[in-house]
Nanobody
Framework: QGELVESGGGLVQPGGSVRLSCTAS????????MAWYRQAPGKQRELVAS???????DYADSAKGRFTISRDNVKRTMDLQMNSLKPEDTAIYYC?????????????WGEGTQVTVSS
């Protein structure tokens, strides 16, 4: 098992909601920048939302107003609440963590969890 493990996802109807969770095992989780990426079939992986240690969040335009990213530095978890889902949100969603040293980075990816939006 890797440093990041995603859970949640599955099949959801258009307009529905789903919550993804990422559980991390890095000791200094609170120091990592965390993010959710997604990759749809035939497309490049894209950033969905990111969150810094202090909770400052940023979203892709496609996610603004519909998705909410959050983290719990004590539990070492990160969530993505996705509402008003559309078929174009169908993708594999990946948890990402990065810690920036002065001259290197420590970077981790989860294995991904499938979200399918379909009626």
């Amino acid at each position: 098992q890797g440093e990041l493990v995603e859970s949640g996802g599955g099949l959801v109807q258009p307009g529905g909601s789903v919550r993804l969770s990422c559980t991390a095992s890095m000791y200094i989780f609170r120091s990592y920048e965390m993010a959710w990426y997604r990759q749809a079939p035939g497309k490049q992986r894209e950033l969905v939302a990111s969150i810094l240690s202090g909770g400052l969040a940023d979203y892709a335009d496609s996610a603004k107003g519909r998705f909410t990213i959050s983290r719990d530095n004590v539990k070492r978890t990160m969530d993505l609440q996705m509402n008003s889902l559309k078929p174009e949100d169908t993708a594999i969603y990946y948890c990402h963590a990065i810690f920036r040293f002065p001259s290197s980075v420590d970077e981790h990816w989860g294995e991904g969890t499938q979200v399918t939006v379909s009626s």
